[in-house]
């Protein structure tokens, strides 16, 4: 390892070119992997924050929680077959319009029970319980790029019926749609709009816990949270592609840099001829190589991983960017660990050289 930093510090220039294609490697990997996460998370957020372990719902939905319908007598039969707490939960697609400038604005509406445990974390006024208004409404704060305080009253463009801001939540997102929370009655008054028969209705039960076994009621089934996340809409095939291409550029990010090591090491051949006439063994060559991967490999993520996470900083908030330190740890990992493999390639081709051949004794 002395060796190998030694030869490193000695030809700085050589090294610096094959330092910075490493960085950028892995910089391009980690910040991959930040958007895979964050698209990810842009479909699902308001599912994963939810306090539920479990969700009941129809079982001709196909896993589909948005398509799901549930007779509201089925909320009091989970409820008896389990020790849980359950709750109720709607959501529905729709857009509202602001008053002043009649913007329209996508949402979705995550219809609650506003004392139940699906109600969100409020980081700015107050929630659907602690407030008197007539038909309140919690918004994910990107609203508020749009200008929205509290206090402010938006329009349903579907039904006309005017919802006040009350609070303000944050990082609710589903199908990269913006989320706002509504209590039953504001999403019954909202249905009845248009159809002044609707009868209530849920899309799924939440159960806050594991006690599921006994949970039998025929045409419902009972699905992890996991499930419900992977039969979102666009969920599975996006989170794959997209990890499918961040594996890939792993891999060919590591074979590039296995190809300039062993570039080097053919420029260097007389170097470990004379080394090896000089009596130093195949398999401390062998470390010194390795080492010389290693120590570039390392400095090579450190850095680009810094680099990921200061660009990360700066992104605004709307960009969908979620680094996962365990990700990142693993990609680094995975990186480092091919990067000595390919290093392999350059080891066989230094056994191969014959210090006699290399010196010109043959001669």
Not at 105 to 131: A, K, Q, R
Request: hydrophobic share 45%.
């Amino acid at each position: 390892m002395k060796l190998a930093w030694k030869e490193i510090k000695h030809s700085m220039s050589k090294y610096v070119l094959i330092e910075i294609l490493l960085v950028l490697m892995i910089f391009m990997v980690v910040f991959l992997s930040g958007l895979a996460n964050g698209l990810g998370w842009a479909i699902s957020a308001s599912i994963e924050k939810r306090e539920a372990e479990y969700f009941v719902i129809s079982k001709d939905a196909e896993k589909l929680i948005s398509i799901s319908n549930i007779d509201t007598k089925a909320l009091e039969q989970v409820a008896s077959q389990t020790n849980d707490n359950v709750t109720h939960l709607n959501i529905k697609r729709s857009n509202i319009n602001t008053l002043e400038d009649e913007a329209k604005l996508d949402i979705t509406y995550f219809v609650i029970d506003s004392e139940s445990f699906l109600s969100p974390e409020i980081t700015e006024g107050e929630g659907l319980s602690n407030f008197g208004a007539e038909y309140p409404l919690v918004l994910d704060d990107s609203f508020k790029e749009q200008n929205i305080e509290i206090g402010d009253v938006l329009e349903d463009s579907v039904t006309g019926l005017a919802l006040r801001v009350v609070g303000f939540t944050q990082d609710e997102i589903y199908g990269h749609s913006p989320v706002g929370f509504i209590g039953t009655d504001t999403f019954t008054a909202l249905n009845q709009k248009v159809n002044s028969s609707y009868t209530e209705q849920y899309n799924a039960i939440a159960v806050q816990g594991t006690d599921i076994e006994n949970i039998d009621i025929e045409g419902l089934e009972v699905i992890d949270k996991e499930t419900v996340i992977n039969n979102l809409p666009g969920y599975s095939a996006e989170q794959l592609t997209i990890k499918m291409i961040l594996w890939v550029l792993v891999v060919i990010s590591s074979a590039v840099l296995g190809v300039f090591f062993y570039v080097i090491t053919i420029q260097k051949q007389k170097q470990f001829g004379v080394l090896k006439a000089i009596g130093m063994k195949m398999s401390e060559l062998t470390r010194y190589i390795m080492s010389q991967v290693l120590i570039l490999s390392v400095i090579g993520v450190v850095i680009g991983n810094l680099l990921a996470i200061g660009m990360a900083s700066m992104l605004p908030g709307s960009m969908p960017f979620d680094l996962v330190i365990s990700t990142v740890m693993i990609i680094s990992i995975v990186f480092i660990v091919i990067s000595l493999l390919t290093s392999l390639v350059s080891i066989r081709k230094v056994a191969k050289v014959d210090p006699i051949v290399i010196i010109g004794g043959n001669e």
